[in-house]
């Protein structure tokens, strides 16, 4: 069985989801996991934005303007008067509950309620115009089986046990459908794998199910070598590890939800991404095997805080990065990157909800310095630390200031922190030096 995951644009127009059909129509079972119509899910979290802020008048034109544009996709999709009348229901009861939530103080169910509708939505409509052309398939409700435990964790037990009890009560099916993204907490309540979850909800289901492969189809022809909107002459990569697609999902090759491989590598999956516009390409496809030499890609990671920790008492001294981490650890924030000199560390994290509290307490005991808008750029290869052409990368230093590099942490990855603002031509040099060969 395989398990093949349709993002936003694929199901946002008529003219995709009618390639989908055709796509998935190919006699082999198989489960198919839906995002949200493309655009779907940010409007619900602007409703909830405007709900959190005490304006739901204006919440409410907005969910009136999404409920004529899915009321003009159910025209043209279904044929039937009768078939437009039961999806029409469906989706009216929808957006009657999202009106009913406008009256409700903002929280986090609150807002968890709302984006999970836009997955509801896209899957009861695919699966009843799948119904209408004679396919047999049949809606596997996420929230009847997907779940995560307290650590926001996969619970892979009761996902492995409520799949199966629930596709072996369904009537028997070529291909089932269900919302990718949504999922319970482990309260019972409804949540969400943040996001972009679809991706990680494919890969969760391919692992419990053993699938043969997971297929990721977006708009793109897979994973790029470096990032399309700010360089030129890119292209897929053909081949890619787990941990070579992991550690570019990570940092900002957007493609991907970050967690995605995990499941994938730990069953030993091999997962396909792929192009609903251009299907016979071959994509990436992510699997144990690695494959080719050197540098394989480059991807950037904005919105990253520097912080440099300077103390004349680290000389010498032990224990010193154990006291750095341990502040870490109590405001649960995570380090990305981290070099250190004799007398100084410096760290980056991503997540600086609480930098404020965490610079007060390193001040007590050190200097700190701290550098916003920076970007780490990641260079990502099979053993690229001893491969004989890496050097060619480090030409980047005579162009643009770097202000940490981190290299020989993972065998696959060097990485190098810019200011955000230099970011651009950092990637364009490192193209031109890693990709393009050029001796000057
Ligand atoms: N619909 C959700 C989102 O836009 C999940 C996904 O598309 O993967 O984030
Ligand atoms: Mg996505």
């Known amino acids: 069985m395989k398990v093949l995951k349709f993002g936003g644009t694929s199901v946002g127009s008529i003219e995709n989801i009618e390639r989908v059909k055709e796509l998935i129509t190919d006699g ?237 590598m730990e069953a030993n999956i091999p997962v396909r991404l792929k192009n609903t516009m251009d299907p016979e390409s071959y994509g990436t496809l992510i699997s144990q095997q690695t494959d080719g030499d050197g540098i394989k890609a480059i991807a950037a990671k904005d919105n990253i805080t520097a912080i440099k920790i300077k103390s004349a008492r680290m000389l010498l001294a032990h224990g010193f990065l154990k006291k750095v981490f341990e502040i870490f650890e109590k405001y649960e924030t995570p380090i990305d990157m981290i070099t250190t000199s004799e007398i100084a560390v410096s760290l980056t994290i991503d997540n600086d909800t609480h930098l404020t509290s965490i610079v007060e307490e390193l001040d007590k005991f050190s200097n700190v310095e701290v550098d916003n808008q920076q970007s780490i750029i990641c260079l990502v290869g099979h053993s690229i630390v001893s491969h004989s052409e890496t050097h060619r990368l480090f030409r980047v230093l005579q162009d643009i200031p770097v202000r940490m590099i981190s290299y020989g942490g993972s065998k696959n990855n060097i990485s190098l922190l810019v200011s955000t603002e230099d970011k651009i031509n950092a990637l364009q040099h490192l193209n031109k030096y890693v990709f393009e060969d050029v001796v000057s």
């Open 28 to 264: 082999d079972k198989k489960i198919v996991v839906l995002s949200a119509m493309s655009g779907t899910t940010n409007i619900l979290v602007e409703i909830s934005e405007l709900i959190k802020a005490e304006e739901p008048n204006k919440a409410l034109e907005i969910i009136e303007t999404l409920c004529k544009k899915y009321n003009g996709v159910i025209d043209d999709l279904f044929e039937t008067s009768e078939l437009k009348q039961t999806v029409g229901n469906y989706i009216d009861g929808i957006f009657e509950y999202l009106k009913s939530l406008t009256s409700e103080k903002h929280s986090e169910l609150l807002y968890n309620k709302i984006v999970s509708q836009g997955e509801l939505m896209s899957t009861y409509m695919f699966t009843q115009f799948l119904i209408q052309d004679g396919v047999n398939a049949r809606l596997l409700p996420a929230l009847d089986f997907m779940r995560i435990d307290k650590s926001f964790e996969p619970d892979e037990f009761y996902i492995k046990q409520n799949l199966q009890r629930i596709i072996d009560e369904a009537l028997p099916a070529d291909i089932y459908i269900t919302q990718g993204f949504i999922c319970l907490d482990a309260y019972g309540n409804v949540a969400n794998l943040q996001r972009g979850g679809s991706d990680y909800t494919a890969t969760i289901i391919g692992a419990v199910v053993e699938a043969d492969e997971v297929q990721i189809w977006t708009d793109i022809d897979g994973m790029h070598n470096n990032d399309p909107r700010f360089v030129e002459n890119t292209h897929a990569i053909s081949n890619l590890s787990f941990d070579e697609a992991a550690e570019l999902a990570y940092f900002g090759a957007k493609i991907l939800h970050p967690q995605t491989v995990m499941p994938a």
